[in-house]
């Protein structure tokens, strides 16, 4: 069975700080790893999807690294801004061939201006 | 494309009465999954279809839930009697195995069931 732990579980940063948001799974016979983004009251947003066969993958502000050796992937965040306030979610695979994602409790992130 | 859309967005009933919670995935996409976010145990796989057959329903609490997918273009997940503790964010996902974006899962806004 997938199990995520997520860590911190909750930051408090000023404006214009990188953040590192780090993930450890324990089944690490998976094909990909997704990040999403969680506002309060709403839904899940993607962010980043990283294949195994990539080390990294880039979306504007934000890079994830996926070491699947190792059982961890991370979230980076540069310049954080106000508006990055949110929960950040880490969902690998259930194991081996599974589609559907297992998710950690999460990064609660807080960014002050 | 409008993205997963389900509805409703906010459900309140009463102990014992009966739900049916709707999802539309996003077209072409050939897996649907129905998640449930609660405070205590975060968010939980319920039920996942393949191509409108369900693979994989471990996650279903008991025998009062219940899930269909009857066409590509919609699924259902129903509780029958609702209860209290059935209270929670429902959400539904969709992705697919064979499109450019690869197997990236996109979720609905989800729906806020209440059992008073």
């Known amino acids: 069975k997938q199990e995520v732990t997520q860590i911190p579980a909750a930051l408090s940063v000023p404006e214009g700080e990188n953040l590192v948001l780090n993930c450890s799974f324990t089944?690490?016979?998976?094909?990909?790893l997704q990040w999403f983004r969680q506002d309060p009251g709403k839904g899940l947003t993607s962010l980043l999807l990283?294949?195994?066969?990539?080390r990294e993958q880039t979306s504007g502000r934000l890079n994830a690294s996926l070491d699947k050796s190792s059982g961890r992937s991370t979230l980076y965040i540069a310049a954080s801004q106000p508006g990055d306030s949110a929960t950040y979610l880490c969902?690998?695979?259930?194991?081996?061939?599974?589609?559907?994602?297992?998710f950690g409790s999460g990064t609660r992130l807080q960014v002050q201006p | 494309d409008a993205g997963v859309i389900q509805s409703p967005r906010h459900e309140v009933t009463e102990m014992g009465q009966e739900v049916t919670l709707r999802c539309k995935p996003i077209?072409?996409?050939?897996?649907l999954f129905w998640y449930r976010q609660t405070m205590m145990r975060g968010l939980e796989l319920l039920i996942y279809?393949?191509?409108?057959?369900?693979?994989?329903d471990s996650g279903m609490p008991e025998d009062r839930f219940s899930a269909k997918m009857p066409n590509a273009s919609f699924s259902t997940l129903k509780i029958q009697p609702s209860e209290p503790r059935d209270s929670a964010v429902y959400f539904c996902?969709?992705?697919?195995?064979?499109?450019?974006?690869?197997?990236?899962?996109?979720f609905g806004q989800g729906t806020r069931l209440t059992v008073v």
């Open positions: 969902a690998p695979p259930r194991g081996t061939g599974r589609r559907a994602l297992t």
């Open positions: 990283i294949q195994s066969s990539q």
């Open positions: 089944d690490s016979a998976i094909y990909n």
């Open positions: 279809f393949n191509n409108n057959v369900p693979i994989d």
């Open positions: 077209s072409g996409h050939d897996y």
């Open positions: 996902a969709s992705s697919s195995l064979y499109r450019t974006e690869g197997t990236e899962a996109f």
